[in-house]
T-cell receptor, first 112, second 115 residues
C-alpha cells in the first residue's frame, strides 16, 4: 500500500503565476488535509476535505487559495497569483477515519 | 482554538543519553495528542498518539510519552538516543469531538544527537 503521494516535490513559480499542488491519498482513505509549513515554524492547518466536499476551510487564506478533492483523481491545492509570502512547504495528509493522519513528503514551493 | 507550546526549540544530547522533549497544550475540552517526527526534506511520520486509556503511550523507535491532564502536558521521552534520532519533533493536538479533525501543531523541537 503506497503512502500519501504529492507532486511535484519542488515547484518554482514567478510572482503572479499559478501553483497547482497535487495529493493522492493512501488507498481507502477518504479524508484529506492540507497544511502549510513556513520556514522554522510548525505546520498550520489549511483545509479538510472529503470526496467532493470541503468540510473545514477555516485555515485557508480568503483570497487566491482554493482546494478540491474530486470523485476521481487527486486532491488539488491551487494558489493563484502567487506572491513571495506563499513560499513554503505544503503537506497533504490522508486518513481512513478521524484522528490518524498520514503525511505525504510535501511540495516545496518557491516563489521568485 | 487549540494552542501547543514546545518550549525547547533545540535540544542537543549525547548519544545513548536520555532525552525529554516538552509539550504543553491549552484546551478546555478533551483532546487527542500526537507526536510526529520529521527528517530533513521529508514529511511527518507518526511516532505515537494518545486517544484514551492508559496515560503512558509507547510509540515507534523506542519513544514514549505521558499524558498529564492536570498539567496539560504530553512530554516525549526516550531512555537512550541514537544518532539516527536526529530530527525535528512536532507535538500536535486535535479536539476530541466529532468533526474536529484538524491538527494544531507546536513549532517543533530540533533534536541533535551528538556522537
Amino acid at each position: 500500500n503506497a503512502g500519501v503521494m504529492q507532486n511535484p516535490r519542488h515547484l518554482v513559480r514567478r510572482r503572479g503565476q499559478e501553483a497547482r499542488l497535487r495529493c493522492s491519498p493512501m488507498k481507502g482513505h477518504s479524508h484529506v488535509y492540507w497544511y502549510r509549513q513556513l520556514p522554522e515554524e510548525g505546520l498550520k492547518f489549511m483545509v479538510y476535505l472529503q470526496k467532493e466536499n470541503i468540510i473545514d476551510e477555516s485555515g485557508m487564506p480568503k483570497e487566491r487559495f482554493s482546494a478540491e478533492f474530486p470523485k476521481e483523481g487527486p486532491s488539488i491545492l491551487r494558489i493563484q497569483q502567487v506572491v513571495r509570502g506563499d513560499s513554503a512547504a505544503y503537506f497533504c495528509a490522508s486518513s481512513p477515519s478521524v484522528h490518524e493522519q498520514y503525511f505525504g513528503p510535501g511540495t516545496r514551493l518557491t516563489v521568485t | 482554538a487549540q494552542s501547543v507550546t514546545q518550549l525547547d526549540s533545540q535540544v542537543p544530547v549525547f548519544e545513548e543519553a536520555p532525552v525529554e522533549l516538552r509539550c504543553n497544550y491549552s484546551s478546555s475540552v478533551s483532546v487527542y495528542l500526537f507526536w510526529y517526527v520529521q527528517y530533513p526534506n521529508q514529511g511527518l511520520q507518526l511516532l505515537l498518539k494518545y486517544l484514551s486509556g492508559s496515560t503512558l503511550v509507547k510509540g515507534i523507535n523506542g519513544f514514549e510519552a505521558e499524558f498529564n491532564k492536570s498539567q496539560t502536558s504530553f512530554h516525549l521521552r526516550k531512555p537512550s538516543v541514537h544518532i539516527s534520532d536526529t530530527a525535528e519533533y512536532f507535538c500536535a493536538v486535535s479536539e476530541g469531538r466529532a468533526g474536529a479533525n484538524n491538527l494544531f501543531f507546536g513549532t517543533g523541537t530540533r533534536l541533535t544527537v551528538i556522537p
